[in-house]
T-cell receptor, first 114, second 110 residues
Framework: GAGVSQSPSNKVTEKGKDVELRCDPI?????LYWYRQSLGQGLEFLIYFQGNSAPDKSGLPSDRFSAERTGGSVSTLTIQRTQQEDSAVYLC????????????FGQGTRLTVV | KNEVEQSPQNLTAQEGEFITINCSYSVGISALHWLQQHPGGGIVSLFM???GKKKHGRLIATINIQEKHSSLHITASHPRDSAVYIC????????????FGKGTHLIIQP
């Protein structure tokens, strides 16, 4: 597609379950970012992939969060043993390169943990 | 770590008014973005700046590198401009992606 695609758009899950969120970046974009926006909060950086380099995981809030990017394209963000505080909109963005990179955002996945 | 401050946090104005939203940051950057987040949650990139000024339609973005400050202006504001406007900066090599301000919630009343 022409833009960054995320799925699902909405996800309701029970506390303690694992969830997987998917991001399809724009074709050819080597940089991919995951962000989280909790209710009433600003955007929070989670993890960043650049080409084949080891990802920068410095923003992941706990070891329940992990992400991978297969073949340098599609990325999956996995949250294990979800907690209510994980409820947020999870946004994916991609860009051609680090600098002067212009990041394009997906529409996000709204995760609700009940 | 770069600190990004936006002001005001909330702004309500009448249709037609000239709007200014400010963003300041603490550490030198390689690029600054202005983003618009619609009530439905979707985010649109408005501008990317590294110096000077850019204009797109009724939107104008400026940046002063020496003062570590950027402004987003909206001329002849319209109710459809109502959204959250977010400033985001990329520092140096950008290994931490973008650092975001908390956003400015703008409401334009008819």
């Amino acid at each position: 597609g022409a833009g960054v695609s995320q799925s699902p758009s909405n996800k309701v899950t029970e506390k303690g379950k694992d969830v997987e969120l998917r991001c399809d970046p724009i074709s050819g974009h080597t940089a991919l970012y995951w962000y989280r926006q909790s209710l009433g909060q600003g955007l929070e950086f989670l993890i960043y992939f650049q080409g084949n380099s080891a990802p920068d995981k410095s923003g992941l809030p706990s070891d329940r969060f992990s992400a991978e990017r297969t073949g340098g394209s599609v990325s999956t963000l996995t949250i294990q043993r979800t907690q209510q505080e994980d409820s947020a909109v999870y946004l994916c963005a991609s860009s051609l390169s680090l600098a002067p990179g212009f990041a394009f955002f997906g529409q996000g996945t709204r995760l609700t943990v009940v | 770590k770069n600190e990004v401050e936006q002001s005001p946090q909330n702004l309500t104005a009448q249709e037609g008014e000239f709007i200014t939203i400010n963003c300041s940051y603490s550490v030198g950057i390689s690029a600054l973005h202005w983003l618009q987040q619609h009530p439905g949650g979707g985010i649109v990139s408005l501008f990317m700046l590294s110096s000077g000024k850019k204009k797109h339609g009724r939107l104008i973005a400026t940046i002063n590198i020496q003062e570590k400050h950027s402004s987003l202006h909206i001329t002849a504001s319209h109710p459809r401009d109502s959204a959250v406007y977010i400033c985001a900066v990329r520092s140096g090599g950008g290994a931490d992606g973008l650092t975001f301000g908390k956003g400015t919630h703008l409401i334009i009343q008819p």
